[in-house]
């Protein structure tokens, strides 16, 4: 199993990023697929989710700037990032979940300048 992700970097306020996922190794189609987020000296905490049918979730803090999408014939989980704002600095995870089954990337850095 793999998730790959690329996309990171550094940007100005109000700017934006895509972050890319790409998976292999596990039935994609069937999984659950999440972007989570740590700042340096905090915790991982949820940003994302889309369901194997297409449903989608947002954190708070993240909802009317941030867009995932999937595509499954590609094997690949996206975050779309506009108006990107300082406290969004942090490494960015893709993950992979279905029943006990929870898969992780190793991530990339996102920081953006104020």
């Known amino acids: 199993v793999q998730l790959v992700e690329s996309g990171g970097g550094l940007v100005q306020a109000g700017g934006s990023l895509r972050l890319s996922c790409a998976a292999s190794g596990f039935p994609f189609s069937t999984y659950n697929m999440r972007w989570y987020r740590q700042a340096p000296g905090k915790e991982r905490e949820f940003v994302s989710r889309i369901w194997s049918g297409g449903l989608t979730n947002y954190a708070n803090s993240v909802k009317g700037r941030f867009t995932i999408s999937r595509d499954n014939a590609k094997n690949m989980v996206y975050l779309q990032m506009n108006n990107l704002r300082p406290e969004d600095t942090a490494v960015y995870y893709c993950?992979?979940?279905?029943?006990?089954?929870?898969?992780w990337g190793k991530g990339t850095l996102v920081t953006v300048s104020s």
């Open positions: 993950n992979a979940a279905l029943f006990n089954n929870n898969y």
